[in-house]
């Protein structure tokens, strides 16, 4: 079945550590998105990539990182720059180009990180 | 700047009635995307349905209609026949058509219950 996957489920974090979230497509999408989701809130984007080997940020880019070497990978790595990172972490990928329909974006189940 | 409201932070609703969960946007683009995710508690975000600026015709999938007044700038998502299931979070998004970095603006989303 095509879809997005997201790993791990659940992360912790110790202080001073950078963790990496996994995210892998296989809708061969052009597009792929980070978002984070604070409790009780909408989605803020932190990255994104629109084809392979490059990617811009989003509004709260600071203490992350980003690589896209594959169209269907998207790592997230949370720095230990990032002070709040306890947070759901939500990727999304979409087809690109033009036109409204092919840019509904499609996401995976998430990642839950939490600070120990 | 684009935004999303939506004012209605939780909604009740009894099993089989119908539900409207409202959404207005703020845009000086004249050509934009509008979308409505659903957000069970697993944390995976579900595409809906979307509407496109210039679509003559409010869309609809099954059982979810987008209820588009563009000189309201509202979108508001009508549930009928609402199950159990349905009860989740759910979230207006909207994409300008020249937003070359293809991401979303989200609202804040909506709580909605369904009763028994």
């Known amino acids: 079945d095509g879809g997005i996957t997201q790993s791990p489920k659940y992360l912790f974090r110790k202080e001073g550590q950078n963790v990496t979230l996994s995210c892998e497509q296989n809708?061969?999408?052009?597009?792929m998105y980070w978002y984070r989701q604070d409790p009780g809130q909408g989605l803020r984007l932190i990255y994104y990539?629109?084809?392979?080997?490059?990617?811009q940020k989003g509004d709260i880019a600071e203490g992350y990182s980003v690589s896209r070497e594959k169209k269907e990978s998207f790592p997230l790595t949370v720095t230990s720059a990032q002070k709040n990172p306890t947070a759901f972490y939500l990727c999304?990928?979409?087809?690109?180009?033009?036109?409204?329909?092919?840019?509904?974006?499609?996401f995976g189940a998430g990642t839950r990180l939490s600070v120990l | 700047a684009q935004k999303i409201t939506q004012t209605q932070p939780g909604m009740f609703v009894q099993e089989k009635e119908a539900v409207t969960l409202d959404c207005t946007y703020d845009?000086?683009?004249?050509?934009?995307?509008l979308f409505w995710y659903k957000q069970p508690s697993s944390g995976e975000m579900i595409f809906l349905i979307y509407q496109g600026s210039y679509d003559q015709q409010n869309a609809t999938e099954g059982r979810y209609s987008l209820n588009f007044q563009k000189a309201r700038k509202s979108a508001n998502l009508v549930i009928s026949a609402s199950q159990l299931g349905d009860s989740a979070m759910y979230f207006c998004?909207?994409?300008?058509?020249?937003?070359?970095?293809?991401?979303?603006?989200f609202g804040p989303g909506t709580r909605l219950s369904v009763l028994p």
């Open positions: 998004a909207m994409r300008m058509d020249y937003n070359y970095g293809q991401n979303f603006v």
């Open positions: 845009t000086s683009d004249p050509s934009y995307g």
């Open positions: 999304a990928s979409s087809m690109g180009g033009g036109g409204y329909a092919k840019n509904i974006q499609y």
């Open positions: 990539s629109q084809i392979v080997n490059d990617f």
């Open positions: 809708l061969n999408h052009d597009a």
